[in-house]
């Protein structure tokens, strides 16, 4: 048999190793415990995230759809610009059209009373008016 002496030596030995067994599964479960919190956080924050991007591509879709919408619109109303300016800027739809081009062009008042027509008052108004020189 073994000595009584031996005996409780390494019973004392392996109740010493278990409670240090003990001390370190239990130091391991709540380490396991404070990592899965902090991945439940973190998975959290990460599908928040997740659905903050779906709602900020939504509304650059919404976004993209209203430019788009705007631009034609834009467009439009361009191209209805055009068509007007066209339309009263052609000198055959306005009576002095034909006279106003020629004082664009640099006509005196001589000659628009002589090519035209017009009295004196009348040729210096439309110079007044028309003329792309700076009055003296």
């Known amino acids: 048999m073994i000595n009584p002496v031996l005996m409780t030596l390494i019973i004392a030995v392996v109740a010493g190793v278990i409670i240090i067994v003990v001390i370190a599964l239990v130091w391991l479960v709540r380490s396991h415990l404070k990592l899965k919190h902090d991945y439940q956080a973190l998975a959290d924050v990460v599908h928040g995230h997740n659905n903050d991007i779906t709602d900020l591509c939504a509304a650059a879709l919404t976004a993209d759809g209203r430019i788009a919408a ?5 467009s439009a109303l361009c191209a209805k610009i055009s068509d007007y300016e066209y339309q009263h800027n052609e000198p055959s739809t306005h ?5 106003i081009q020629k004082v664009r062009s640099g006509a005196s008042v001589a000659e628009l009373m002589k090519n035209s027509g017009l009295s004196q008052d009348e040729a210096a108004l439309l110079i007044r008016l028309h003329s792309s020189k700076a009055p003296l």
């Not at 705007?70 to 834009?74: G, N, P, V």
């Not at 009576?95 to 006279?99: A, D, L, T």
């Open 95 to 99: 009576p002095y059209g034909r006279v």
């Open 70 to 74: 705007t631009d034609e619109q834009i």
